[in-house]
């Protein structure tokens, strides 16, 4: 992966942690919470800044389900609309970033 999609992956997933961290502070369960929502971004990103090859891949692919949540609960719960659209933005960019190398080389034209 290219720096400026790694980068932008990483900002992504540092996001979506202090999303969460902020998100659930007060939460009942807020451990459990932790370790569901904050802990696999983070735990990505210093996959990612490490060098882990296939950090971006399963990025992407937890970032459909940080997706899914963002759209979920934008629609219930219109006092957290924000933070959940701010979810979806984050997660969108997670997927489109990590696979913009792979896009690049598919539908480059061949020398």
């Known amino acids: ?6 980068t932008a ?11 969460y961290v902020g998100w659930f502070i007060n939460d009942r369960h807020w451990l459990a919470t932790q ?6 971004p983070l735990a990505l990103a210093i ?3 490490l060098g882990w090859r296939k950090a971006g891949f399963w990025a ?3 970032a459909l389900g ?10 219930s719960h219109p006092q957290t609309r924000w933070l959940a659209l701010i979810e979806i933005a984050l997660a ?3 997927i489109f970033t990590a696979s913009l190398p ?8 061949r020398r």
Do not use: D, E, I, Q
């Open 60 to 62: 992407s692919v937890l």
């Open 35 to 40: 370790l569901v929502f904050t802990a696999p």
């Open 9 to 19: 992956v990483l900002l992504a997933l540092l996001g979506l942690a202090a999303l």
């Open 102 to 109: 792979g896009l690049r080389a598919r539908f480059s034209k």
């Open 92 to 94: 969108l960019l997670v």
């Open 66 to 75: 940080w997706f899914s949540h963002g759209v979920m609960s934008a629609w």
């Open 1 to 6: 992966m290219n720096t400026a999609p790694r």
């Open 47 to 49: 996959a990612l800044r």
